[in-house]
């Protein structure tokens, strides 16, 4: 090849990449992150003309606040926040947003809409947290930013695992509400909040949520029992009569289901670990198992004919029916069978009375 014809090819070459470049990919599109708005609480209510009004808590990155409260109302979710970003000077971005709260009335009256919004729009994380307040959203966010002094993060830690969380407190996150609204065999609870007194939240128990509404509630000693079926449950403590207090270490649970003349039954087998704490009097170990096995065996007793009256199957019961029903007929679980299941529940403890020494 000739000197003449790999000048031709070489600039043939070079012509061929500055004709790409408008088509190369690049990064000019990305913001700064000290451009943008991080909330990690969104609170959602409904006003009296039946509009969303969304609250955000952003963390402040200056010195001289720790939280920002900002609330919108309108029509769809999308579009407040489109609104509040298009009105503050940093943009808003969801993806960090780590707990939504909407109040009871929301709750009461269904929130499928923004379940099924949060899922199709993919600015939410499906691992985001989901709560219920017991109070209005506005008199929640207000009490929130006069305690933040110090932290903008309160309820964040109030519900993180490391921190705040224990097991008498439900753990509900945006996906498993989009599968409870979309199963025949699968309802969900949700922490019930509110501004403490002398701390800064309290919890209130759990909210059944049935296809996305809430039809009932539970107590905090219960939301225990259903996390043990969970297994949530380790270092849950347990009071029993006002006399001893127990640690779960650990549970176990196992099922044995059937069907006979269409009637559905089941009997599940819950195995706990427990570590006495404290104990007033002069209670002998089996004494303690028995009441302690009486106790939970009667508050689960008690959750399941509450729910099987509610028709909610927040126990996910009919999960072990899948291999006696056909489809069809798991559409029709929580109306036709879960109100006649013959559920029964065998508790057996172990008693460690080590406290949390490994060795003696």
Same mark, same amino acid.
């Given at each position: 090849?000739?000197?003449?014809?790999?000048?031709?090819?070489?600039?043939?070459?070079?012509?061929?990449?500055?004709?790409?470049?408008?088509?190369?990919?690049?990064?000019?599109?990305?913001?700064?992150?000290? =451009?943008?708005?991080?909330?990690?609480?969104?609170?959602?209510?409904?006003?009296?003309?039946?509009?969303?009004?969304?609250? *955000?808590?952003?963390?402040?990155?200056?010195?001289?606040?720790?939280?920002?409260?900002? &609330?919108?109302?309108?029509? !769809?979710?999308?579009?407040?926040?489109?609104?509040?970003?298009?009105?503050?000077?940093?943009?808003?971005?969801? *993806?960090?947003?780590?707990? %939504?709260?909407?109040?009871?009335?929301?709750?009461?009256? @269904?929130?499928?809409?923004?379940? &099924?919004?949060?899922?199709?729009?993919?600015?939410?994380?499906?691992?985001?947290? #989901?709560?219920?307040?017991?109070?209005?959203?506005?008199?929640?966010?207000?009490?929130?930013?006069?305690?933040?002094? =110090?932290?903008?993060?309160?309820?964040?830690? #109030?519900?993180?695992?490391?921190?705040?969380?224990?097991?008498?407190?439900?753990? !509900?996150?945006?996906?498993?509400?989009?599968?409870?609204?979309?199963?025949?065999?699968?309802?969900?609870?949700?922490? /019930?909040?509110?501004?403490?007194?002398?701390?800064?939240?309290?919890?209130?128990? &759990?909210?059944?949520?049935?296809? @996305?509404?809430?039809?009932?509630? /539970?107590?905090?000693?219960?939301?225990?029992?259903?996390?043990? #079926? +969970? @297994?949530? &449950?380790?270092?849950?403590?347990?009071?029993?009569?006002?006399?001893?207090?127990?640690?779960?270490?650990?549970?176990?649970?196992?099922?044995?289901?059937?069907?006979?003349?269409?009637?559905? +039954?089941?009997?599940?087998?819950?195995?706990?670990?427990?570590? /006495? *704490?404290?104990?007033?009097?002069?209670?002998?170990?089996?004494? /303690?198992?028995?009441?302690?096995?009486? *106790?939970?065996?009667?508050?689960?007793?008690?959750?399941?004919?509450?729910?099987?009256?509610?028709?909610?199957?927040?126990?996910?019961?009919?999960?072990?029916?899948?291999?006696?029903?056909?489809?069809?007929?798991?559409?029709?679980?929580?109306? !036709?069978?879960?109100?006649?299941?013959?559920?029964?529940?065998? %508790?057996?403890?172990?008693?460690?009375?080590?406290?949390?020494?490994?060795?003696?």
């Amino acid at each position: 090849m000739d000197k003449l014809a790999t000048i031709r090819i070489t600039f043939k070459f070079v012509l061929l990449l500055v004709a790409m470049v408008p088509f190369v990919t690049g990064c000019w599109d990305i913001k700064d992150i000290n =451009h943008r708005s991080l909330p990690v609480i969104m609170g959602i209510s409904l006003t009296e003309e039946n509009q969303y009004k969304v609250f *955000l808590d952003i963390p402040a990155t200056n010195e001289t606040s720790t939280v920002n409260i900002v &609330s919108e109302t309108g029509d !769809t979710i999308n579009k407040i926040i489109d609104h509040i970003s298009m009105n503050m000077e940093t943009q808003v971005d969801l *993806l960090h947003l780590k707990i %939504v709260i909407v109040d009871k009335n929301f709750a009461r009256n @269904g929130m499928e809409d923004i379940i &099924s919004a949060f899922n199709r729009s993919r600015d939410i994380s499906s691992k985001t947290l #989901f709560a219920i307040s017991d109070q209005g959203l506005d008199q929640f966010f207000s009490d929130m930013a006069a305690k933040s002094e =110090h932290s903008g993060n309160i309820i964040y830690d #109030f519900f993180e695992e490391n921190a705040g969380w224990n097991p008498q407190l439900a753990d !509900t996150r945006i996906w498993q509400m989009f599968r409870s609204i979309h199963s025949y065999t699968h309802d969900v609870i949700v922490p /019930i909040i509110r501004s403490g007194r002398s701390t800064s939240i309290e919890c209130m128990g &759990s909210a059944i949520i049935k296809n @996305g509404r809430m039809t009932g509630q /539970i107590g905090s000693d219960e939301t225990l029992v259903a996390n043990a #079926f +969970y @297994g949530k &449950s380790a270092f849950g403590k347990v009071e029993i009569m006002d006399s001893t207090t127990v640690q779960i270490i650990s549970n176990r649970l196992t099922h044995h289901s059937w069907m006979k003349n269409d009637k559905p +039954y089941l009997r599940s087998h819950l195995r706990l670990k427990v570590t /006495i *704490l404290d104990s007033r009097g002069h209670l002998t170990e089996e004494q /303690i198992k028995e009441r302690l096995e009486a *106790l939970l065996t009667s508050r689960l007793d008690q959750m399941f004919k509450k729910t099987q009256k509610e028709q909610a199957d927040i126990f996910a019961l009919g999960q072990y029916f899948r291999n006696h029903l056909n489809r069809e007929q798991l559409r029709d679980w929580r109306t !036709t069978y879960y109100p006649n299941l013959d559920f029964k529940l065998h %508790v057996t403890t172990i008693i460690e009375n080590r406290g949390n020494l490994k060795n003696l």
